[in-house]
């Protein structure tokens, strides 16, 4: 079991502490009884069902006030041990607790039913926080390694009745489908990759664009490392550092997909609550794939095309253009590259071999080609060449070309 000292949230319960402190002066349980905080311990309704926790991001994408949200219950502690059931997610479980009036106990969380797996423990003692009003308040984060019904028995080690309160809330790291909307999602190391599935709906390119959180409040400098795996879970691109933080690496990946189902899978150097959306972008392909019948191209005019996992390395997409008299040329090619290089090739008339001078490497780059001989500047009438190719197997890409003269 591994305890993290890294809050998201807070948590606003200082009425509802001072209020059931009130209420409970005086008072004498007959039986360890949980009360859902929902109702209040006003109530006087016993809740005897599987305990549950708040999921943040389960309500809205307003996360700023979801993190508010903790799921609360009060617990009536005779000295008789009290154990129930609760489903978690993997990922993080934020817990807080109080102990009214002194009272000190724990509340520890096993993963299987005879309760001799510990998972998580918070622990009220007199060495913890106190309020004004002599009550004892922890909070911790803790990782939660698999999702799964787990079980939370709560103890009272005060010496007589005690009163408890327990609040907690969820980010969620297991494994789910990619949207346009923002899934708030966490990965830890020690729960290794979290998984996300995409379905493309037509040819073209993804756009997976995270943001980092702090406190449940604010954008903090983060990043997260990405690999675009096919249906199978096969890796079909390098794993690239995706952020915003100082170093030297995208803020967002974009991979070149055919339609069909993929995953992208995500994995940190250290804990990570963040927000991750798809964009999805159709992209018909306007390159030849028969070098011999290569896309005929127009001066000054854009032409798009996609290097995803199917292509090789030795074909690409085909392209010429031809010269009426010499004039000055330059070749541009931009896009969107994550994973591995994509590469410019021209030949033609009056060319020495082939020049492989184009090329990109990053999502959002550019390069350019001022094409001469090595007599001048200008090229001589004729016809010329471009291939677009993949540099290795994994290399992915969106790109646009285009040529002019004058």
């Given at each position: 079991m591994k305890r993290y000292s890294i809050q998201f949230g807070k948590i606003l319960l200082g009425l509802l502490v001072m209020a059931t402190a009130v209420l409970w002066t005086g008072r004498t349980a007959c039986a360890t009884t949980i009360y859902d905080g929902t109702e209040g311990y006003t109530s006087q309704t016993p809740y005897n069902d599987r305990l549950n926790s708040y999921v943040v991001g389960s309500g809205s994408t307003d996360f700023d006030s979801e993190f508010g949200i903790y799921k609360?219950?009060?617990?009536?502690?005779?000295?008789?041990?009290?154990?129930?059931?609760?489903?978690?997610?993997?990922?993080?479980?934020?817990?807080?607790m109080y102990g009214f009036q002194g009272a000190t106990g724990a509340a520890t969380i096993y993963s299987d039913a005879v309760c001799t797996k510990e998972a998580a423990k918070i622990n009220?003692?007199?060495?913890?926080?106190?309020?004004?009003?002599?009550?004892?308040?922890?909070?911790?984060?803790f990782q939660i390694?698999?999702?799964?019904?787990?079980?939370?028995?709560?103890?009272?080690?005060?010496?007589?009745?005690?009163?408890?309160?327990?609040s907690s809330q969820q980010y969620d790291g297991s494994n789910r489908k990619l949207t346009s909307k923002k899934l708030l999602s966490y990965v830890d190391v020690p729960n290794g990759a979290t998984y996300f599935c995409v379905e493309a709906k037509k040819d073209g390119y993804i756009t997976l664009k995270p943001d980092f959180c702090s406190n449940g409040y604010k954008k903090v400098a983060g990043d997260i490392s990405m690999t675009l795996l096919d249906v199978n879970k096969k890796a079909i691109s390098t794993s690239k550092k995706i952020g915003n933080g100082t170093e030297d690496f995208a803020d967002k990946a974009v991979y070149a997909v055919k339609a069909g189902t993929y995953w992208v899978k995500v994995s940190t150097d250290q804990q990570r609550l963040f927000t991750l959306s798809c964009k999805q972008t159709a992209v018909k392909e306007q390159g030849s794939a028969k070098v011999k019948k290569p896309t005929v191209m127009k001066k000054d005019t854009w032409y798009k095309g996609l290097c995803t996992w199917e292509d090789t390395t030795s074909k690409g997409d085909y392209f010429s253009f031809t010269l009426k008299?010499?004039?000055?040329v330059t070749i541009t090619l931009k896009g969107d590259v994550t994973s591995g290089k994509l590469t410019?090739?021209?030949?033609?008339?009056?060319?020495?071999g082939s020049y492989t001078g184009l090329y990109l490497k990053n999502v959002g780059s550019q390069s350019t080609w001022k094409v001469a001989t090595k007599?001048?500047?200008?090229?001589?009438?004729?016809?010329?060449?471009?291939?677009?190719?993949?540099?290795?197997?994994?290399?992915?890409?969106?790109?646009?070309?285009?040529?002019?003269?004058?």
């Open positions: 609360t219950y009060i617990i009536s502690h005779d000295g008789v041990n009290e154990t129930r059931p609760i489903t978690l997610k993997k990922g993080a479980l934020h817990v807080t009220l003692t007199s060495n913890c926080t106190q309020t004004a009003s002599g009550s004892y308040m922890d909070a911790a984060t390694s698999k999702t799964q019904t787990y079980y939370i028995r709560f103890t009272n080690t005060s010496g007589g009745t005690g009163l408890f309160q327990f008299k010499a004039a000055t410019g090739t021209v030949t033609g008339n009056k060319v020495n007599s001048s500047q200008k090229l001589p009438a004729g016809t010329y060449y471009i291939k677009i190719a993949k540099d290795t197997k994994k290399s992915n890409g969106y790109y646009k070309l285009r040529y002019s003269a004058k």
